[in-house]
T-cell receptor, first 117, second 117 residues
């Protein structure tokens, strides 16, 4: 079974600095998808970035980028130029393509990030 | 475009009462998911629908929980009778699946915070 591990329960970063959130996963699949979701205090789950395992190029979305290391099964999120609005819980999620009825995301336990003024 | 809409945003009820949570998926999406989020168990998939048909309800905790999707634009999650341990944030998410293999991205609603006294 697939598992997703986020080993950093809490982190903090100064405004305008860069921070990296770690995520590791365990799977025997070769093709799969990885996601980072952001959950601010409003509780809304917001998609930050998506990575397809068969693509070697790391996904980037404005100030958010990932470091995808397939062999190491690592999928870290880098936030550059941190802003106060980045304060949130960040969840890493794994999904394998489904050819049948079963289809689900496996979520990590989350990392609470606080951006300090 | 409107995102996933959930109502109510907050619900406080007493043990034994019936609770109904509502969800309107993103227009055009054909899959809908119900999740529960607690501190102890994180994000858990309860049930998901594809084209209004329940596909996987293995995450539904017990018979007190039921979900329906009478049409493509509306779903309900009902708890009857409610218990204090049902207190959690319930999320609805939707996605658009183009067929197999499924690789669609899920978009979440703002959640309903349920408190059962």
């Amino acid at each position: 079974a697939q598992t997703v591990t986020q080993s950093q329960p809490e982190m903090s970063v100064q405004e305008a600095e860069t921070v990296t959130l770690s995520c590791t996963y365990d799977t025997s699949e070769n093709n799969y998808y990885l996601f980072w979701y952001k959950q601010p205090p409003s509780r809304q789950m917001i998609l930050v970035i998506r990575q397809e395992a068969y693509k070697q190029q790391n996904a980037t979305e404005n100030r958010f980028s990932v470091n995808f290391q397939k062999a190491a099964k690592s999928f870290s999120l880098k936030i550059s130029d941190s802003q106060l609005g980045d304060t949130a819980m960040y969840f890493c999620a794994f999904m394998k393509p489904s050819y049948s009825g079963t289809y689900k995301y496996i979520f990590g336990t989350g990392t609470r990030l606080k951006v300090l003024a | 475009d409107a995102g996933v809409i959930q109502s109510p945003r907050h619900e406080v009820t007493e043990m034994g009462q019936e609770v109904t949570l509502r969800c309107k998926p993103i227009s055009g999406h054909n899959s809908l998911f119900w999740y529960r989020q607690t501190m102890m168990r994180g994000l858990e998939l309860l049930i998901y629908f594809n084209n209004n048909v329940p596909i996987d309800d293995s995450g539904m905790p017990e018979d007190r929980f039921s979900a329906k999707m009478p049409n493509a634009s509306f779903s309900t999650l009902k708890i009857q009778p409610s218990e204090p341990r049902d207190s959690a944030v319930y999320f609805c998410a939707s996605s658009f699946s183009t067929g197999v293999p499924r690789t669609d991205t899920q978009y979440f609603g703002p959640g309903t915070r349920l408190t059962v006294l």
